[in-house]
């Protein structure tokens, strides 16, 4: 979890989003901080939902992922692609 969680965290930053005010977490269980200015983040994660991911709001400005420890890096690049596209736009 640790592993996949800072390699995921550091994908997550890199994506170029106007979005995108900070990226935080621990493992695996990661929030993605959306800018007051892009709305909440309700209807990022239900774009991201439309895609096959899930995420959850929190705290109206952050998309939380939590995925199970037994997911595979195919699997979070999946989720990263996804979310690229949601992030990005």
């Keep these: 979890a640790a592993r996949l969680g ?3 965290m550091d ?3 890199a994506i170029d989003s ?3 005010e900070e990226v935080r ?3 695996l269980m990661i929030g993605v901080v959306i800018k007051e200015s892009s709305g909440t983040a309700r209807p990022f994660c239900e774009a991201l939902e439309h895609k096959g991911v899930l995420a959850k709001e929190t705290h109206h400005q952050v998309i939380r992922f939590a995925p199970p420890l037994t997911i595979t890096e195919e699997e979070l690049e999946f989720a990263l692609e996804q979310a690229t596209d949601v992030l990005g736009a």
Excluded: E
Aim: glycine letters at 16%.
């Design 11 to 13: 994908r997550l930053r």
């Design 18 to 20: 106007p979005h995108v």
């Design 6 to 8: 800072a390699w995921f």
């Design 25 to 27: 977490g621990k493992g």
